[in-house]
């Protein structure tokens, strides 16, 4: 399995304001940043999209992305979402105001999309990958993903505070490789963590020894005015297999 974390900055830089993830040149998680993923034919290989949630920085770019990649064939892109974030899609980006609206398009003219809502604890098989969807815990319904090939699997729970049962299901997989887990604001705005519904470096370390087991934890969502800040908190604690996740790298498991 082949994992990248799209890149919404200049090259080179380390600040992500957008989230998106590529797994296998082919399955989407988020589309806050798919303008990253290079060239036109680049997104076009992108035929599944699964959204954690709502929020602007999860997708941003799927109404440009779909655009980009249409063709006209009728082999357009499938995206996946739990009820609310499909909802804002269909009112609050589709809707001929914000962007035009191509669901209603897509029902008199080959279509730029077909919506999916998924179920927490439901497979859904994607181009060979098997994504069971997991409720953690933001301020809006969201979704984290554990994502499985033949070989191995990850989880990327997304924006979350202190969350269960993700880590109750992770746990159950064998051959689970790595958590891409977020860690936003440093300790000093833990106030702020609360009410935005994320993590911190001291609940961050909290929050992995919940999955019972050494793993490979690979931290994103940093937020990029405290990015130095949150990543010495974390690093200090010298905690286990965590590292700082690299946007544009590929990661191979």
């Not at 399955?27 to 798919?34: K, R």
């Not at 069971?132 to 070989?151: A, N, R, S, Y």
């Not at 990029?224 to 990543?231: K, L, M």
Request: aromatic share 8%; glycine share 6%.
């Amino acid at each position: 399995m082949h994992v990248t974390i799209v890149p919404s900055s200049q090259p080179g830089q380390l600040s992500q304001l957008f989230t998106s993830y590529v797994v296998n040149g082919r399955v989407a998680i988020d589309a806050g940043c798919l303008d990253g993923v290079g060239s036109v034919e680049d997104m076009g290989r992108i035929k599944h999209v699964f959204l954690t949630h709502s929020h602007l920085d999860h997708v941003a770019t799927l109404g440009p992305f779909l655009d980009a990649v249409y063709d006209g064939s009728g082999d357009c892109v499938q995206i996946y979402g739990n009820a609310h974030t499909l909802d804002c899609l269909r009112k609050d980006i589709f809707n001929n105001r914000l962007y035009p609206d191509f669901l209603h398009i897509s029902t008199f003219r080959p279509p730029y999309l077909v919506l999916h809502e998924v179920m927490p604890g439901v497979a859904v098989v994607a181009d060979g990958l098997r994504v069971t969807p997991i409720e953690v815990d933001h301020v809006v319904p969201t979704l984290g993903f554990i994502i499985e090939d033949d070989h191995s699997a990850i989880v990327i729970p997304s924006d979350t505070a202190p969350t269960e049962a993700i880590w109750k299901e992770a746990a159950r997989r064998k051959s689970l490789a790595a958590v891409f887990l977020e860690c936003t604001f440093p300790n000093e705005m833990r106030w702020l963590a609360e009410i935005a519904r994320h993590l911190t470096p001291d609940l961050y370390a909290l929050e992995i020894v919940k999955l019972g087991r050494p793993m490979r934890f690979i931290t994103v969502h940093v937020h990029p005015r405290h990015r130095a800040i949150v990543e010495a908190e974390l690093l200090a604690k010298k905690l286990p297999g965590v590292e700082i996740g690299v946007p544009g790298k590929t990661y191979t498991f």
